[in-house]
């Protein structure tokens, strides 16, 4: 990024709404991992520490994040939230 107001963006991955198993999680990750090596300067939270704080924050609006969008709040949690969290966390701001 060269503008310094210019915000990160979230990782690049695909298939998101089609993980159901702990493997497509694992892939989804892979992705994530295969994305910030080539794209390292442009994530919103691309170091170790800004990323889990990004984590926390992402856990805690969920449920609104849910609510807002009309949607119920999965419970129990699904592989698919979990993955979702990964790649809602590279990128909150």
């Known amino acids: ?34 994305d910030l090596q080539c794209h390292p300067t442009e994530w919103e939270n691309g170091t170790l520490e800004r990323f889990l704080e990004a984590l926390s924050a992402s856990l805690d609006s969920l449920p609104n994040s849910y609510a807002n969008r009309g949607v119920q709040f999965p419970n129990p949690p699904t592989w698919k939230l979990f993955a979702e969290l990964l790649v809602m966390a590279s990128g909150y701001e």
């Open 1 to 34: 990024m060269s503008n310094p107001y210019e915000t990160g963006r979230r990782a690049g991955v695909s298939g998101l709404d089609q993980v159901e198993s702990n493997a497509d999680a694992a892939r989804i990750v892979e992705e994530m991992l295969h």
